[in-house]
T-cell receptor, first 114, second 115 residues
Framework: KNEVEQSPQNLTAQEGEFITINCSYS?????LHWLQQHPGGGIVSLFM???GKKKHGRLIATINIQEKHSSLHITASHPRDSAVYICAVGPTYLPWNTGNQFYFGTGTSLTVIP | EAGVAQSPRYKIIEKRQSVAFWCNPI?????LYWYQQILGQGPKLLIQFQNNGVVDDSQLPKDRFSAERLKGVDSTLKIQPAKLEDSAVYLC?????????????FGPGTRLLVL
């Protein structure tokens, strides 16, 4: 059972296209994170959401708490956007002695072709 | 601000050998995480420290994996003895506080190949 599901698993787009990556989760959360992982590189945090919408440059992230769903949009995609995008959720805060384990999706591998 | 540092970046060992990874979190970050990421999967939490104490190690295979953060700053993760299925990227992350709303900052990872 995966607490976090992402779609699609793989995505190829032409440069300039509008891209949407979806994330659905089944647990109650207090925060959702979108992460970017380049091949051979580390992970960079793009957004942390607990409600509504956030925008940073060409990236937009939205979350619908009632539907337990989040989307990451990339406008005017560029080859440098090629990476794996990972959705991670932080469950509703647990008692102090049990930690706050994050649940991660398996990632969406995006390739943007020039 | 310096990011999370990890070393080595790559390691190739034979099965049954031992290996150790090192992580230096961002200065002032109390919470430190070790993740294992197998190819094609999302990261899996192995252990979480709050300062020098273990908060969650429920998914750490304790028969072969161990981790410590003796002074509440740097941390080491050891595998002894390694198995083929341990081949993965080992990611270290840190955050200022132990809350799910906190941004986690990830290191570049250590890519382990067990032959």
């Amino acid at each position: 059972k995966n607490e976090v599901e992402q779609s699609p698993q793989n995505l190829t787009a032409q440069e300039g296209e509008f891209i949407t990556i979806n994330c659905s989760y089944s647990v109650g959360i207090s925060a959702l994170h979108w992460l970017q992982q380049h091949p051979g590189g580390g992970i960079v945090s793009l957004f942390m959401l607990s409600s509504g919408k956030k925008k940073h440059g060409r990236l937009i992230a939205t979350i619908n708490i009632q539907e337990k769903h989040s989307s990451l949009h990339i406008t005017a995609s560029h080859p440098r956007d090629s990476a794996v995008y990972i959705c991670a959720v932080g469950p509703t805060y647990l008692p102090w002695n049990t930690g706050n384990q994050f649940y991660f999706g398996t990632g969406t591998s995006l390739t943007v072709i020039p | 601000e310096a990011g999370v540092a990890q070393s080595p970046r790559y390691k190739i060992i034979e099965k049954r050998q031992s290996v150790a990874f090192w992580c230096n979190p961002i200065s002032g970050h109390a919470t430190l995480y070790w993740y294992q990421q197998i190819l094609g999967q999302g990261p899996k939490l192995l252990i979480q420290f709050q300062n020098n104490g273990v908060v969650d190690d429920s998914q750490l295979p304790k028969d072969r994996f161990s981790a410590e953060r003796l002074k509440g700053v740097d941390s080491t993760l050891k595998i002894q003895p390694a198995k083929l299925e341990d081949s993965a990227v080992y990611l270290c992350a840190s955050s200022f506080r132990d809350k799910p709303q906190e941004t986690q900052y990830f290191g570049p990872g250590t890519r382990l190949l067990v032959l």
